[in-house]
């Protein structure tokens, strides 16, 4: 009997050198290059990708025919092949940052982003969608900027949209919501033609003419608290601490914005099971006393 197997996708926020921009690069698509056996859009991560040079995953292609303004769009859907004896699914991914695949442990990673200094308040963007079942597209947006004592990146704002069957061209928006009165110092955007929970061979994202609204502001007088979740990665369990702080609740969020896990705790420190959660990435929503909310992104492996 054939196997089904699927990517899992694991987005690592870890800054890579590109050339330096506050606006998006190649933000309508109209601009392509030729890249081994696929076409890509310039700047511009995706999940096209060939297993020994003979299964081709074309999942992200450049669409003349259908487009909301230009001369073409960008094209993302859910591909399924079977190799050697096993049905493989990628979702259609672009990202500004790298998009990799390791074949063997079925987990694609995504890393990088571009240097960034500005505070958006909205990602947006014109998209079309199709799915035969009951997947979603979804739209991210990612502000991120490293930690000089843990060596870390710490995310600062975040923004995800999602969406279901979508016929006619729309926009759509992703208002970034801030955990943290900083400057980011780098951003990405990941876009997927699937949720990856779900992967419905044939899902169909048509993308075009992205922008964002940059702000400079900071809110004043906002006091953000510190929040530390460990292990990142993690596998069964991890920890949130709240130094100084004795009480907290918190929400474990996937990538389409349910919340899967939601409690409240009176210590400074929690540990939490995880066991029953899927590989993939997660955010961690936690409120202490003066209801500020914070949020972390985490790895389930």
């Known amino acids: 009997?054939?196997?089904?197997?699927?990517?899992?996708?694991?987005?690592?926020?870890?800054?890579?050198?590109?050339?330096?921009?506050?606006?998006?690069?190649?933000?309508?698509?109209?601009?392509?290059?030729?890249?081994?056996?696929?076409?890509n859009p310039i700047d511009w991560g995706t999940s096209n990708y060939s297993v020994?040079?003979?299964?081709?995953?074309?999942?992200?292609?450049?669409?003349?025919?259908?487009?909301?303004?230009?001369?073409?769009?960008?094209?993302?859907?859910?591909?399924?092949?079977?190799?050697?004896?096993?049905?493989?699914?990628?979702?259609?991914?672009?990202?500004?940052?790298?998009?990799?695949?390791?074949?063997?442990?079925?987990?694609a990673e995504i890393k990088g982003g571009i240097p960034f200094t500005n505070r958006p308040s909205i990602l947006s963007g014109y998209y079309k969608y199709s799915t035969?079942?009951?997947?979603?597209?979804?739209?991210?947006i990612f502000l991120t900027k490293h930690n000089t004592s843990t060596k870390n990146r710490d995310t600062l704002g975040?923004?995800?949209?999602?969406?279901?069957?979508?016929?006619?061209?729309?926009i759509f928006e992703a208002p970034v919501k801030y955990s943290s009165t900083e400057t980011p110092d780098s951003m990405n955007i990941i876009i997927l033609s699937?949720?990856?929970?779900i992967f419905?061979?044939?899902?169909?994202?048509?993308?075009?003419?992205?922008?964002?609204?940059a702000s400079l502001s900071v809110p004043e007088k906002l006091l953000i608290p510190e929040i530390y979740v460990f292990p990142n990665p993690a596998t069964d369990y991890f920890k949130i601490n709240c130094p100084n702080i004795s009480f907290c609740k918190y929400s474990i969020i996937?990538?389409?914005?349910?919340?899967?896990?939601?409690?409240?705790?009176h210590a400074t420190e929690e540990l939490i099971n995880i066991s029953n959660l899927n590989p993939g990435l997660y955010f961690i929503q936690v409120t202490i006393q003066n209801n500020i909310p914070v949020t972390k992104s985490i790895i389930i492996k």
């Open 1 to 39: 009997m054939l196997k089904l197997k699927y990517i899992f996708l694991i987005i690592f926020l870890f800054y890579t050198l590109f050339s330096f921009s506050q606006n998006l690069p190649n933000y309508d698509f109209e601009e392509w290059e030729e890249s081994k056996s696929f076409n």
């Open 52 to 107: 020994w040079g003979i299964y081709n995953f074309n999942t992200v292609i450049q669409e003349e025919l259908d487009t909301y303004s230009g001369n073409s769009s960008i094209k993302l859907e859910t591909i399924e092949k079977n190799i050697a004896g096993e049905y493989v699914k990628i979702a259609g991914v672009i990202t500004l940052g790298i998009f990799d695949v390791n074949l063997s442990t079925r987990k």
């Open 132 to 140: 035969s079942g009951l997947d979603s597209c979804i739209m991210s």
């Open 158 to 170: 975040i923004g995800v949209f999602t969406s279901n069957k979508q016929d006619e061209w729309s």
């Open 194 to 197: 699937s949720d990856t929970s």
């Open 200 to 213: 419905d061979t044939g899902s169909t994202l048509f993308l075009d003419k992205l922008f964002i609204d």
């Open 254 to 265: 996937d990538v389409t914005g349910k919340i899967l896990i939601s409690s409240k705790y």
